[in-house]
Protein backbone atom coordinates (compact mmCIF):
# COMPACT_ATOMS: atom_id res chain seq x y z
CA UNK A 1 0.00 0.00 0.00
CA UNK A 2 1.70 3.22 -0.96
CA UNK A 3 1.44 6.10 0.55
CA UNK A 4 -0.35 8.46 -2.22
CA UNK A 5 -3.34 5.58 -1.85
CA UNK A 6 -3.38 6.30 2.14
CA UNK A 7 -3.22 9.67 1.65
CA UNK A 8 -5.60 10.08 -1.23
CA UNK A 9 -7.80 7.78 1.34
CA UNK A 10 -7.71 10.07 4.19
CA UNK A 11 -8.11 13.29 2.16
CA UNK A 12 -11.45 12.01 0.48
CA UNK A 13 -12.55 10.43 3.77
CA UNK A 14 -11.43 13.08 6.54
CA UNK A 15 -11.89 16.53 4.71
CA UNK A 16 -15.36 16.55 3.72
CA UNK A 17 -16.38 15.93 7.22
CA UNK A 18 -14.10 19.19 8.79
CA UNK A 19 -16.67 21.15 6.23
CA UNK A 20 -19.61 19.62 8.40
CA UNK A 21 -17.62 20.50 11.00
CA UNK A 22 -17.29 24.14 10.60
CA UNK A 23 -20.91 24.01 9.12
CA UNK A 24 -22.54 22.97 12.43
CA UNK A 25 -19.96 25.07 14.78
CA UNK A 26 -21.37 27.81 13.34
CA UNK A 27 -24.52 27.24 15.41
CA UNK A 28 -22.70 27.69 18.48
CA UNK A 29 -20.93 31.01 17.49
CA UNK A 30 -22.45 32.72 21.00
CA UNK A 31 -20.63 30.50 23.73
CA UNK A 32 -18.56 28.48 21.18
CA UNK A 33 -17.08 25.22 23.05
CA UNK A 34 -12.87 25.07 23.92
CA UNK A 35 -11.19 24.17 20.76
CA UNK A 36 -9.27 21.32 22.74
CA UNK A 37 -12.54 19.35 23.74
CA UNK A 38 -14.20 19.82 20.31
CA UNK A 39 -10.45 17.99 19.10
CA UNK A 40 -10.98 15.32 21.84
CA UNK A 41 -14.43 14.48 21.06
CA UNK A 42 -13.74 14.56 17.22
CA UNK A 43 -10.27 12.11 17.81
CA UNK A 44 -12.37 9.90 20.33
CA UNK A 45 -15.19 9.71 17.76
CA UNK A 46 -12.79 8.38 14.57
CA UNK A 47 -11.48 5.83 17.42
CA UNK A 48 -14.43 4.64 18.45
CA UNK A 49 -14.70 2.64 14.60
CA UNK A 50 -11.67 -0.08 15.25
CA UNK A 51 -13.73 -0.35 18.61
CA UNK A 52 -16.94 -0.84 16.90
CA UNK A 53 -15.13 -2.80 14.03
CA UNK A 54 -14.67 -6.27 15.59
CA UNK A 55 -18.27 -6.33 17.88
CA UNK A 56 -20.02 -5.73 14.35
CA UNK A 57 -18.01 -8.68 12.74
CA UNK A 58 -19.12 -10.27 16.11
CA UNK A 59 -22.68 -9.97 15.04
CA UNK A 60 -22.63 -10.51 11.77
CA UNK A 61 -20.78 -13.68 12.46
CA UNK A 62 -23.19 -15.08 14.67
CA UNK A 63 -26.63 -13.76 13.73
CA UNK A 64 -28.85 -14.38 9.80
CA UNK A 65 -31.75 -12.34 10.19
CA UNK A 66 -30.96 -8.93 8.56
CA UNK A 67 -33.36 -6.36 9.85
CA UNK A 68 -31.24 -7.32 13.57
CA UNK A 69 -28.09 -7.63 12.39
CA UNK A 70 -28.76 -3.52 11.24
CA UNK A 71 -30.59 -2.81 14.49
CA UNK A 72 -27.34 -4.19 16.60
CA UNK A 73 -24.89 -2.44 14.54
CA UNK A 74 -26.66 1.12 14.66
CA UNK A 75 -27.09 0.35 18.48
CA UNK A 76 -22.98 -0.39 18.74
CA UNK A 77 -22.05 2.86 16.35
CA UNK A 78 -24.77 5.29 18.73
CA UNK A 79 -23.65 4.29 21.82
CA UNK A 80 -19.83 4.19 20.64
CA UNK A 81 -20.46 7.55 19.42
CA UNK A 82 -22.41 8.94 22.48
CA UNK A 83 -19.88 7.53 24.94
CA UNK A 84 -16.95 9.51 22.62
CA UNK A 85 -19.15 12.91 22.85
CA UNK A 86 -19.64 12.24 26.81
CA UNK A 87 -15.40 11.49 27.27
CA UNK A 88 -14.95 14.23 25.37
CA UNK A 89 -16.32 17.02 26.00
CA UNK A 90 -20.17 16.53 27.72
CA UNK A 91 -18.61 15.38 31.01
CA UNK A 92 -17.04 18.70 31.54
CA UNK A 93 -18.40 22.26 33.34
CA UNK A 94 -17.79 23.73 29.50
CA UNK A 95 -21.20 22.04 28.46
CA UNK A 96 -22.79 24.87 30.50
CA UNK A 97 -26.08 25.59 27.82
CA UNK A 98 -28.18 23.17 26.15
CA UNK A 99 -27.00 23.38 22.38
CA UNK A 100 -23.69 21.83 23.77
CA UNK A 101 -24.85 18.38 23.85
CA UNK A 102 -25.66 18.48 20.11
CA UNK A 103 -22.30 20.23 19.46
CA UNK A 104 -20.48 17.60 21.06
CA UNK A 105 -22.21 14.80 19.82
CA UNK A 106 -22.10 15.93 16.11
CA UNK A 107 -18.43 16.30 16.81
CA UNK A 108 -17.93 12.81 17.97
CA UNK A 109 -20.24 11.65 14.99
CA UNK A 110 -17.96 13.59 12.44
CA UNK A 111 -14.65 11.76 13.82
CA UNK A 112 -16.44 8.33 13.35
CA UNK A 113 -17.79 9.17 9.46
CA UNK A 114 -14.01 10.23 8.24
CA UNK A 115 -12.51 7.39 9.66
CA UNK A 116 -15.41 5.01 8.72
CA UNK A 117 -15.44 7.02 5.12
CA UNK A 118 -11.03 6.44 4.69
CA UNK A 119 -11.61 3.01 5.51
CA UNK A 120 -14.49 2.98 2.83
CA UNK A 121 -12.42 4.68 0.40
CA UNK A 122 -9.11 2.55 0.64
CA UNK A 123 -10.62 -0.25 -0.30
CA UNK A 124 -11.40 0.46 -3.85
CA UNK A 125 -8.07 2.75 -4.03
CA UNK A 126 -5.95 -0.48 -3.27
CA UNK A 127 -7.34 -2.64 -5.36
CA UNK A 128 -6.18 0.45 -8.11
CA UNK A 129 -10.46 1.36 -8.89
CA UNK A 130 -9.75 5.04 -8.52
CA UNK A 131 -13.50 6.03 -10.16
CA UNK A 132 -15.32 3.33 -7.41
CA UNK A 133 -13.43 5.16 -4.52
CA UNK A 134 -14.27 8.93 -5.82
CA UNK A 135 -17.51 7.40 -6.28
CA UNK A 136 -18.16 6.30 -2.59
CA UNK A 137 -16.20 9.32 -1.06
CA UNK A 138 -19.30 11.44 -2.58
CA UNK A 139 -21.91 8.88 -1.30
CA UNK A 140 -20.91 9.12 1.46
CA UNK A 141 -20.57 12.63 1.72
CA UNK A 142 -23.78 13.26 0.96
CA UNK A 143 -25.93 10.34 2.96
CA UNK A 144 -23.80 8.68 4.82
CA UNK A 145 -21.52 11.25 6.92
CA UNK A 146 -24.75 12.99 7.21
CA UNK A 147 -26.83 10.00 8.71
CA UNK A 148 -23.95 10.06 11.70
CA UNK A 149 -24.85 13.98 12.14
CA UNK A 150 -28.43 13.25 12.26
CA UNK A 151 -28.70 10.30 14.75
CA UNK A 152 -26.24 11.64 16.93
CA UNK A 153 -27.55 15.01 16.69
CA UNK A 154 -30.92 13.44 17.40
CA UNK A 155 -29.63 11.86 21.24
CA UNK A 156 -28.14 15.79 21.21
CA UNK A 157 -31.44 17.31 21.38
CA UNK A 158 -32.82 14.73 23.67
CA UNK A 159 -30.16 15.69 25.84
CA UNK A 160 -30.70 19.66 25.47
CA UNK A 161 -34.51 19.52 25.90
CA UNK A 162 -34.16 17.63 29.52
CA UNK A 163 -30.82 19.78 30.28
CA UNK A 164 -32.68 21.90 33.12
CA UNK A 165 -34.38 18.74 34.27
CA UNK A 166 -34.00 16.07 37.04
CA UNK A 167 -31.29 13.69 36.78
CA UNK A 168 -34.04 11.08 36.19
CA UNK A 169 -35.79 13.03 33.43
CA UNK A 170 -32.36 13.53 31.90
CA UNK A 171 -31.25 10.17 31.86
CA UNK A 172 -34.98 9.09 30.51
CA UNK A 173 -34.63 11.32 27.33
CA UNK A 174 -31.30 10.03 26.87
CA UNK A 175 -32.32 6.66 26.20
CA UNK A 176 -35.45 7.96 24.20
CA UNK A 177 -33.10 9.88 22.16
CA UNK A 178 -30.36 6.81 21.64
CA UNK A 179 -33.50 4.48 21.14
CA UNK A 180 -34.54 7.40 17.90
CA UNK A 181 -31.17 7.40 16.62
CA UNK A 182 -30.74 3.47 16.65
CA UNK A 183 -33.71 2.98 14.79
CA UNK A 184 -33.28 5.52 11.98
CA UNK A 185 -29.71 4.46 11.85
CA UNK A 186 -30.65 0.62 11.11
CA UNK A 187 -34.12 1.96 9.29
CA UNK A 188 -31.88 3.56 6.90
CA UNK A 189 -29.25 1.07 6.56
CA UNK A 190 -31.70 -1.43 5.87
CA UNK A 191 -33.45 0.92 2.64
CA UNK A 192 -29.73 1.45 1.52
CA UNK A 193 -29.18 -2.58 0.62
CA UNK A 194 -32.99 -2.97 -0.84
CA UNK A 195 -33.94 -0.03 -2.00
CA UNK A 196 -31.64 0.18 -5.48
CA UNK A 197 -30.36 2.77 -7.23
CA UNK A 198 -33.97 4.95 -7.35
CA UNK A 199 -34.55 4.20 -3.41
CA UNK A 200 -31.35 5.29 -3.09
CA UNK A 201 -31.44 8.72 -4.53
CA UNK A 202 -35.05 8.86 -2.27
CA UNK A 203 -32.98 7.92 1.11
CA UNK A 204 -29.95 10.32 0.41
CA UNK A 205 -33.41 13.76 -0.23
CA UNK A 206 -34.70 12.14 3.06
CA UNK A 207 -31.42 12.87 4.68
CA UNK A 208 -31.24 16.14 2.82
CA UNK A 209 -34.47 16.93 3.85
CA UNK A 210 -33.43 16.00 7.49
CA UNK A 211 -30.94 17.90 7.77
CA UNK A 212 -33.54 21.47 7.36
CA UNK A 213 -35.60 19.96 10.16
CA UNK A 214 -31.96 19.56 12.22
CA UNK A 215 -31.71 23.33 11.49
CA UNK A 216 -34.82 24.47 12.84
CA UNK A 217 -34.48 22.19 15.74
CA UNK A 218 -31.05 23.83 16.55
CA UNK A 219 -33.10 27.14 16.56
CA UNK A 220 -35.46 25.90 19.15
CA UNK A 221 -32.60 24.35 21.24
CA UNK A 222 -31.12 27.93 21.17
CA UNK A 223 -34.39 29.57 22.78
CA UNK A 224 -34.67 26.73 25.99
CA UNK A 225 -34.04 28.89 29.00
CA UNK A 226 -33.50 27.59 32.91
Request: proline share 4%; hydrophobic share 60%; with cysteine.
Amino acid sequence: MSPTTIGFALLGGILPTFVWLWFWLREDQRHPEPWHLIIASFLLGALAVPLAVPFERLVHSHITALPLIFLLWAFIEEVLKYLAAFVGGMHTQAEDEPIDAMIYLITAALGFAAAENTLFILEPFITGDIFTGLVTANIRFVGTTLLHVLTSATVGAAVAFSFYKCKTVRIEHLIGGLVAAITLHALFNFLIIHAGPRGIFVVFTLIWVSVIGLLILFERVKRIKR
